[in-house]
């Protein structure tokens, strides 16, 4: 089975987008059976150009990347969701819809990146890409479709403190 990971942030146009770009990159180079998927409450309608540009220079391909709302993986023909990452402070504190099928949920907050001056925004977003990575192959280190609901809950805030 499929574990489904949505990213949620605000706008779907930064953090989510190059959490969604490391998880499915590691995921497919360690052989996981992980599909990550990133959404916003309300979605900017564009990728940041130094999130697209922060990925690819990791050599991850960026093909198909769009902002999004998360309403989309509320329909009857979205993929069902096993884990929920919120990634900015924002979307943390929003009221999220219900998820069918009860997904876990945690917060692993990093800095907009956007938010520098732009002579530095290459550097933040490549920083931001690395923190993310980081956290994602922590996780990617366990037999995560073994693990139950209550240890992979555990797992997860474990990371979201380092």
Same mark, same amino acid.
């Given at each position: ?53 922060? @990925?690819?220079?990791?050599? #991850? ?14 329909? $009857? &023909? +979205?993929p069902e969701m096993h884990v929920v990452i919120t990634v ?38 490549? @920083?931001?890409?690395?923190? #993310? ?14 693990? $139950? &609901? +209550? ?12």
């Amino acid at each position: 089975m499929t574990l489904n990971i949505l990213i949620l942030c605000t706008h779907n146009s930064a953090r989510s987008v190059l959490a969604e770009g490391m998880f499915n990159h590691w995921a497919g180079v360690l052989g996981k059976d992980i599909r990550a998927y990133s959404a916003g409450s309300t979605p900017s309608g564009r990728i940041n150009p130094h999130a697209l540009a922060a @990925l690819q220079a990791a050599g #991850i391909s960026t093909e198909g990347y769009r902002s999004k709302s998360w309403d989309e993986f509320l329909e $009857d &023909s +979205a993929p069902e969701m096993h884990v929920v990452i919120t990634v900015c402070d924002n979307a943390a504190a929003e009221q999220c819809p219900y998820w069918p099928g009860d997904p876990i949920t945690v917060h692993w907050g990093y800095p907009d990146p956007s938010n520098v001056a732009e002579g530095e925004k290459a550097t933040a977003f490549d @920083l931001t890409r690395q923190a #993310i990575g980081y956290r994602v192959l922590q996780l990617l280190a366990y037999p995560l479709t073994e693990l $139950d &609901s +209550a240890e992979l809950q555990a797992l997860l805030t474990r990371i979201s403190q380092n």
